[in-house]
Nanobody, 117 residues
């Protein structure tokens, strides 16, 4: 069964940093756009950042300049480096693998990020 396995969430103070990781099966990683989405309590799931197989990136305006998405093709892993974290970044963060051409769309189980003093 194809899976996305996330790790790296936790509790951090405002201004701090966290790095999320998402490991994917090799069969899906190399040909899929990978992304991180987040869902805060009472809100809809929203895009944080995506990265294409070729390394092209896209960020939500709310995280630009603070978050960096990257992928290690050798390890079949995508990362989200989150710096200068704010309380409003508190959410469950979900890893996503998507092929817009075929409709393939796979989600990870989510990892909690809490920014609080």
């Amino acid at each position: 069964q194809v899976q996305l396995v996330e790790s790296g969430g936790g509790l951090v103070q405002p201004g701090g940093s966290l790095r999320l990781s998402c490991a994917a099966a090799r069969s899906i990683f190399s040909i899929r756009t990978m992304g991180w989405y987040r869902q805060a309590p009472g809100k809809e799931r929203e895009l944080a950042a995506t990265i294409t197989p070729g390394g092209g990136t896209n960020y939500a305006d709310s995280v630009k300049g603070r978050f960096t998405i990257s992928r290690d093709n050798a390890k079949n892993t995508v990362y989200l480096q989150m710096n200068s974290l704010k309380p409003e970044d508190t959410a469950v963060y979900y890893c996503n693998a998507r092929n817009y051409g075929t409709g393939f769309n796979l989600w990870g189980q989510g990892t909690q990020v809490t920014v609080s003093s």
